[in-house]
Nanobody, 114 residues
Framework: QVQLVESGGGLVQPGGSLRLSCQVSGRTFWFYAMGWYRQAPGRQRELVALVRSGGNTNYEDSVKGRFTISRDDAKNTLYLQMSSLKPEDTAVYYC????????WGQGTQVTVSS
């Protein structure tokens, strides 16, 4: 079973930046499209960024131009560089395959507040 460990969250002021990381176990990381998801209180989990095995990316409209997803297949690691953060970006952020598997990590909390 794949294990996913997210890190890098924290409290940041509006306009600030954070870089999230996700360490993925297993030897087939390179094969799958991977995504960053987030879940805000009272809301459903949503996919905000996707990177395919060939490197192509897609973003949810609200984060386009502010978030950058990347992957290092040699390290089995997924990244999310977030800049110009807004209070509405506050959520628990998770990584998973896309489409998502049943294996979720604990997530990492991102709080954007002054």
């Amino acid at each position: 079973q794949v294990q996913l460990v997210e890190s890098g969250g924290g409290l940041v002021q509006p306009g600030g930046s954070l870089r999230l990381s996700c360490q993925v176990s297993g030897r087939t990381f390179w094969f799958y499209a991977m995504g960053w998801y987030r879940q805000a209180p009272g809301r459903q989990r949503e996919l905000v960024a996707l990177v395919r095995s060939g490197g192509n990316t897609n973003y949810e409209d609200s984060v386009k131009g502010r978030f950058t997803i990347s992957r290092d297949d040699a390290k089995n690691t997924l990244y999310l560089q977030m800049s110009s953060l807004k209070p509405e970006d506050t959520a628990v952020y998770y990584c998973n395959r896309s489409p998502a598997s049943d294996s979720w990590g604990q997530g990492t909390q991102v709080t954007v507040s002054s």
